[in-house]
């Protein structure tokens, strides 16, 4: 005769199946709803990584995060410039002040989407998503402006490599299950 409690025969009749695993239930908390195809749960139990109770930041997640520290650097730099340049002499004597103020705002804004952006990022929140969605359009958008005011200097080549890579992201930022997966706070 047999000694075995009941919860024993409760575990013994789970499977693996039914077992799931801590990314797994951390999603199910987190995304509403949560139905993943077979393709996402592969995509979730291969590639995400899960450190200290969260989806890590992994695989192709770290150039985004490097291209928005980068953007962060470069609008601390151009306000520098624009600074230093709104100070000069032909300057102040030849443009308005509303211009002044539009040459400053620009890279002030851009630093305040890349701060934001970075900072959900990090925290792994769903508006990082629709900010980094924001940042690729607004680049696109410059990249062109940028052509269209100053014909002689950019070329279609120089067109090409602004408008290519913040292309690539603005789809990547639409169809990738890891950064859907990743920023679900």
């Given at each position: 005769m047999s000694t075995t409690s009941f919860e024993e025969n409760q575990i013994d009749l789970q499977t693996d199946e039914q077992i799931e695993s801590p990314k797994i239930s951390y999603l199910k908390r987190h995304v509403q709803p949560f139905n993943p195809t077979d393709e996402e749960l592969e995509v979730i139990n291969e590639s995400?990584?899960?450190k200290n109770g969260k989806i890590a930041i992994g695989g192709l997640l770290y150039l985004p995060t490097i291209g928005i520290i980068a953007s962060i650097v470069m609008s601390l730099f151009a306000l520098y410039q624009m600074s230093i340049l709104i100070s000069s002499p032909l300057f102040?004597?030849?443009?308005?002040?509303?211009?002044k103020l539009v040459l400053i705002s620009i890279p002030a804004i851009i630093l305040i989407l890349s701060t934001a952006t970075l900072v959900m990022f990090i925290k792994r929140k769903k508006t990082a998503i629709t900010l980094l969605k924001i940042m690729?359009?607004?680049?696109?958008i410059m990249a062109i402006a940028n052509h269209n005011?100053?014909?002689?200097?950019?070329?279609i080549t120089n067109l090409l490599a602004q408008l290519i890579p913040s292309?690539?992201?603005?789809?990547?930022?639409f169809k990738s299950k890891r950064l859907?997966?990743?920023?679900?706070?």
């Open positions: 995400l990584n899960f102040v004597e030849y443009v308005s002040t509303t211009m690729q359009i607004a680049s696109i005011m100053a014909p002689q200097t950019p070329t292309a690539l992201w603005l789809v990547y930022t859907k997966y990743t920023m679900v706070e």
